[in-house]
């Protein structure tokens, strides 16, 4: 058995004397006995109990993204249009079809409902009597009223192909209206995927939970559960010293072996035990995560933790973002939102930045002290990085991450729990270490489709109720052009877009 698998008790962590059935044992630890550990104890300290890694018991489930239920209908029938002879309920089977391979990609969406009816409003009892339905998917076939479904208190989905009728030029008045309503206009099957993805992810915003560790939320906590829909829950700052105390050593060493010190391509200035404590952090954050069945932790880590003794968490909220969940610094509730919401749209990971202007090159820098590794979303490849100290104090533990020269970028965040403010572009350069080794590790400059004048000069000029520093500077970026989908979802939450260039 390998010496740095044994746990105080003489076994090695996954509770067995027998290195073989323990592959941490054999060099590499399966990453099961890692959940199985780490989730146990979390769940023994939350209750106040003791956690004995041989004892067993069974281990609380893993943060999980929230399940959505969409109701599905067909709004058709015979008549003059598109056709005399059109046949809606084999429209409807090509269609239901095409759902069936949608659904295979959304396991945590389950459609009910499926009927055909040539009047929307014999659905809308029908909704209404279904509390766990958080948005329809409305299949307009023909020339057939979808008002009264809008009207449902739902967010609606309308799937219209060209010749389905007439009714999609109502879409924009319903919108103005202040309805939760997006059209999809087109004859590409593909787009429903699309479409499920975006109702999916309204739904799972109004159950998500975010742990806000070692700060207050105050009114703000309301607001954001009206507006948005996202519980926010409050963690002390000695619930998270306790969460970090409690991860066994052992644990922390294998996954920062592992995950961090045999991956860098370069470890600059931290020494192997500051990234150990990384590690041990990273796993405190998914033990509160775990047990409180939230999705997103926000820390107040610059002035709100004790560094000393926890380090910095840039290395966990990194990782966190690589596996689908949300981990977002400085307590910055706003980038926290909109990270969580393009998590669940477009399964991509946000990067917080702090960004700074370039006008010579019609360029937005974006810097900060971390970034994920996985930008093209969990299961893809990891990007290149060295582990660095956090640049504000050459302390700790955090990540210069290479992110990719000539990728198209989508830039926005929660304003004011009412709007989006939203922009694109592409990455036209990396780190230059000979000019800007004077700021945050992780730098990108992005080329930004508009301008970049224009985007300085009303630099969060919109905002009215939330203006600290944290919300009129940072901006997160993501990976893909995304700007026809965020105006769907905006649509669909009823937010406005604000374009920054």
């Known amino acids: 058995m390998n010496p740095s698998c044994r746990l105080p008790n003489g076994k090695g962590i996954c509770g067995t004397a027998n290195a073989a059935a323990c592959s941490r044992c054999a060099v590499a630890m399966d990453r099961r006995h890692f959940l199985r550990t780490t989730l146990g104890l979390g769940a023994g300290l939350l209750a106040g109990r003791p956690w004995n890694p041989v004892a067993g018991g069974d281990a609380p489930a893993q943060p ?38 949608v659904e295979r990609s959304f396991p945590e969406v389950r459609f009910v409902g499926g009927e055909l009816t040539d009047s929307s409003a014999k659905v809308v009892e029908q909704v209404k009597a279904r509390p766990e339905v958080s948005g329809i ?18 967010p609606v989905v309308v799937f219209s192909q060209p010749f389905s009728g007439h009714e999609w030029m109502l879409v924009s008045q319903l919108q103005q209206q202040g309805k939760a ?13 699309t479409a499920v ?6 739904g799972q915003m109004r159950q998500s939970k975010i742990l806000l560790a070692a700060d ?19 963690v002390t700052t000695e619930e998270l010293i306790a969460a970090h105390q409690a991860v066994p050593e052992e644990l922390a060493r294998a996954e920062a072996e592992e995950r961090w010190l045999k991956a860098a391509r370069q470890i600059v200035e931290p020494n192997r035990a500051e990234i150990i404590k990384s590690a041990r952090m990273y796993w405190a954050m998914k033990q509160l995560l775990a047990a409180n069945q939230a999705q997103a932790i926000a820390v107040n880590c610059l002035g709100g ?31 926290t939102l909109t990270m969580l919401l393009f998590s669940y749209a477009f399964k991509k990971p946000g990067f917080i930045t702090d960004p700074l202007f370039d006008l010579s090159r019609n360029a937005v820098i974006h810097a900060h002290c971390v970034a994920p590794t996985r ?3 969990p299961g893809n490849a990891r990007a290149p990085f060295a582990i660095r100290t956090h640049r504000d104090d050459n302390r700790g533990a955090s990540l210069e991450v290479d992110l990719r020269v000539g990728q198209a970028i989508s830039c926005a965040r929660f304003m004011d729990d009412e709007a989006l403010l939203f922009s694109t572009g592409k990455i036209i350069e990396g780190k230059q270490a000979e000019f800007d080794d004077r700021g945050c590790r992780t730098q990108i400059t992005v080329e930004v489709n508009g301008s970049a004048q224009k985007m300085l000069e009303d630099w969060s000029s919109a905002m009215r109720k939330y203006r600290d520093i944290r919300t009129l500077l940072h901006r997160v970026v993501f990976y893909g052009d995304h700007t026809r989908q965020v105006k769907h979802l905006a649509r669909l939450m009823a937010l406005k877009v604000i374009a920054e260039c």
């Open 375 to 377: 930008m093209d979303g």
């Open 137 to 154: 998917l409305c299949f307009h076939l023909g020339m057939r009223d979808i008002t009264s479904i809008v009207n449902a208190g739902k």
């Open 305 to 335: 933790i004790p560094i000393q003794t926890l380090g910095y968490p840039c290395l966990g909220f990194a990782q966190l973002c690589d596996e689908g969940l949300v981990g977002a610094c400085e307590a910055d509730l706003d980038s």
């Open 64 to 101: 999980r993204h929230p399940q959505v239920t969409i109701y599905v209908v067909y709004v058709g029938g015979a008549g003059a249009w598109p056709k005399p002879e059109f046949d809606a309920a084999a429209e409807k089977t090509k269609f239901e079809r095409q759902l069936r391979e």
């Open 216 to 234: 207050r939320a105050g009114k703000r906590a309301q607001d954001i559960k009206t507006n948005v829909g996202c519980t926010i829950q409050e």
């Open 181 to 193: 309503v997006a059209l999809f206009s087109t004859r590409d099957l593909g787009e429903i995927g």
């Open 197 to 202: 993805s975006l109702l999916k992810a309204v």
